[in-house]
């Protein structure tokens, strides 16, 4: 029997930081996220010893975990949080962080994400990714996530009818989206044909179905409303979020995120429905995952996600802007910090502070995270509404 979940009132997101990515780095996380810790505290007007809250989120980070950047950093944080959930990292730090303010367990909560990528750095995630994939699927050649995406990405295909041009109308409107961010590493348009054309990287997916590694951070701080305003900084309020992991374990191939078993709550708690939501940051690092949100998050029934593509612009100006700053398909993806980055932006578009992708009018934002690909299903999914002062 669920209880009714108490709203995150007094608790706001502020301080959106995006440290530019790089296709490789000889740099470590380390370095990465403390570039994230320090443009936080310089654009928040506050000494890093007045952040006494810590979350991280990093592949890369290995041997360390958040306690060890703590010493890395030179942080005294009282309350502290390493989520290696992939890409529903940013979605469970908020919900974490904005718990811990609201308790008084912390005041200025730091959520940080950020990896690095050297020449092998993919390679060697991979190897150790779980021990699931080690026992189960790279004894048959499934060395990674792309074949695991290609096989949801065949079923799909098959159960729904969506064809390679609906999941290329997404990569090319998040291309289109991508040349108005500075931040993102593709700078060429992308057209329908050039996806069509790509090489095959796992049958049924090609070349522009993946997302690119890169080294980069994403970061927000969580905090009191109050302390938000009077340090006069742009914020966002949390009207609600949800988070589950290992949902339908029962379903022989996953066609249905977590998001499907709270959507209710999430709309709920908000107070909104979803023709309400003026922008949109889906987790993207395959098409076929975006076409999933947009059915168990609520905008169109489960295996209308084609046709939901086919009646609508993505784009910026378009009638359902989505993923305004090119996502992970056309921005890269820094490790886990690809759970962060719709997030980030969904913060800025909220607070009319994301410039060049700036969504005209855009006062409430969803944001949702998947995360953890094993062999057939990812494992943890989230979500969030965030809205502006005048929402």
């Keep these: 029997m669920n209880a009714k979940r108490a709203g995150y009132d007094g608790v706001v997101a502020a301080v959106p930081v995006t440290v530019p990515y790089q296709r490789y780095s000889k740099e470590t996380a380390h370095w990465w996220i403390a570039r994230a810790l320090r443009q936080l505290a310089e654009e928040a007007g506050i000494k890093p010893s007045e952040i006494d809250g810590f979350c991280a989120s990093s592949f890369t980070l290995f041997p360390d975990t958040a306690v060890g950047l703590t010493q890395h950093l030179g942080l005294t944080p009282r309350w502290l949080d390493h989520i290696p959930f992939g890409g529903a990292s940013g979605i469970v730090a908020l919900r974490r962080a904005a718990r811990a303010v609201q308790a008084g367990d912390a005041n200025v909560v730091a959520c940080v994400a950020g990896d690095t990528n050297h020449v092998d750095s993919f390679r060697r995630m991979l190897s150790s990714f779980s021990r699931f994939a080690q026992d189960a699927s790279y004894p048959y050649g499934s060395g990674g996530p792309n074949a695991c995406f290609a096989l949801l990405t065949d079923h799909y295909m098959r159960q729904f009818g969506a064809t390679r041009e609906d999941f290329g109308a997404i990569c090319v409107a998040q291309r289109e989206n991508a040349l108005r961010n500075p931040h993102a590493i593709m700078k060429k348009p992308l057209s329908l044909q050039q996806y069509l054309d790509a090489r095959a990287i796992s049958d049924p997916i ?121 996502g992970q398909l056309s921005a890269g993806q820094a490790g886990a910090a690809g759970g962060y980055i719709g997030l980030v932006e969904a913060i800025r578009q909220v607070t009319g502070t994301a410039g060049p992708t700036q969504v005209k009018g855009a006062k409430t934002a969803m944001a949702s995270g998947f995360g953890m690909i094993n062999y057939d299903r990812g494992l943890c999914s989230g979500a969030a509404i965030l809205s502006g002062d005048t929402a």
Aim: with cysteine; net charge negative; hydrophobic share 40%.
């Design 206 to 326: 090609a070349l522009f179905d993946c997302v690119m590694p890169v080294a980069g951070a994403e970061a927000f701080l969580v905090m009191r409303e109050d302390d938000a305003r009077a340090a006069g900084l742009p914020h966002a309020h949390i009207r609600s979020s949800i988070e589950r992991h290992n949902a339908f374990p029962d379903d022989p191939i996953q066609m249905r995120g977590g998001w499907a078993m709270d959507i209710d709550e999430l709309y709920g708690m908000a107070g909104v429905a979803p023709d309400q939501i003026d922008v949109l940051q889906t987790y993207d690092d395959y098409p076929v995952i975006v076409m999933m949100q947009f059915e168990d998050l609520g905008f169109c029934e489960k295996g209308d996600g084609p046709q939901f593509v086919r009646a609508h612009d993505l784009t910026i100006e378009g009638d359902f802007p989505h993923n305004t700053n090119g």
